[in-house]
């Protein structure tokens, strides 16, 4: 049984109109807004991070050693740093680290490989200003855990230093949309639809090949990836996108782990402070962070 925080909280989103069915202006504005329900985070410095368009997060009672680089999610056409400021914060306070969240440019005014473009740039920033690749973990939601995934990748095959692991917070894997999950999850899925997300990646591919390794990671090779967490709800369409991603990634000798939060929906650690299992499934991100970057 899910708390009966979430369950009213799950409610407000069904008589509310699906924010991947509206225009994309009106997208984009509903997406600055994802996070108003969250609780502010107590005991967080928010300064600029000018030079990556985008904002620091980090805890005032502790030195941070640790540095997180968190990529916003919006189907690569909508979000902002500032859309995802709170759950900097939670996510800093939980792990004991500096969050860094980077803008990135959006489709479809800049299609595929812009936002894989910008967001390696943004990592290579982070370490070339003091981060510790092996104190380092590439974090995102939705999009921004799939694009975690292909920055990792990218940086993988540049020969980059690699960092020391992976959160994806319901990450958008398969840019086909052709997991299981998106039918059998499609009368459960609050937020997500699959003919909206079609939509989205038709913007942001533009003519590239959405059965390429940095447009899809599920179908990339593996690896060499440091350590992988997966935070995926049980009612959503991109269930499998996890699933999969976790088993192929365990199958090329990653340590890939998959938490499936039954009950919940996309990206629903972002609402700390609404309901109980986002509290929790961000301290279990932190502890994570925390065991493999000391």
């Known amino acids: 049984m899910i708390s009966i925080q979430a369950q009213q909280f799950w409610n407000l989103l069904k008589s509310a109109p699906k924010q991947i069915d509206l ?7 509903a997406g600055e807004h994802a996070e108003d329900p969250t609780a502010e985070p107590a005991g967080v410095n928010f300064t600029p991070a000018a030079d990556v368009g985008g904002l620091w997060a980090e805890p005032s009672k502790e030195q941070a050693e640790t540095a997180v680089l968190y990529l916003f999610g919006g189907g690569y056409v909508l979000g902002s740093p500032h859309s995802r400021r709170k759950t900097a914060g939670h996510l800093a306070l939980a792990a004991g680290a500096r969050v860094l969240v980077p803008n990135y440019r959006l489709a479809p005014e800049h299609p595929f490989p812009a936002a894989v473009h910008d967001a390696v740039r943004a990592y290579e920033w982070l370490i070339a200003h003091g981060a510790e690749p092996s104190k380092t973990v590439v974090a995102g939601d939705s999009s921004g855990g799939g694009l975690a995934v292909s920055t990792v990748i990218a940086v993988r095959d540049r020969g980059l230093p690699l960092c020391a692991g992976v959160v994806a917070l319901s990450p958008w894997t398969d ?27 038709s913007w942001y591919l533009g003519d590239a090949d959405p059965r390429q390794p940095l447009t899809s990671p599920v179908v990339a090779p593996l690896s060499r990836l ?5 935070v995926v709800g049980g009612d959503e369409l991109l269930l499998d996108d996890t699933i999969r991603l976790v088993r192929a990634a365990g199958m090329a000798d990653v340590d890939a782990t998959a938490f499936i939060a039954g009950g919940m929906q996309h990206i629903f650690p972002i609402w700390a ?15 994570w962070v925390r065991a493999r970057t000391l």
């Open 273 to 287: 402070g609404v309901f109980p299992e986002a509290d929790a499934a961000i301290a279990l991100i932190g502890n």
């Open 23 to 29: 225009p994309l202006p009106q997208r984009r504005e």
């Open 175 to 201: 840019l086909t949309c052709s997991g299981d999950s998106m039918t059998t999850r499609a009368a459960t899925d609050l937020e997500c639809t699959r003919a909206g997300l079609l939509e989205m990646a």
């Open 226 to 230: 440091p350590s992988l967490l997966c």
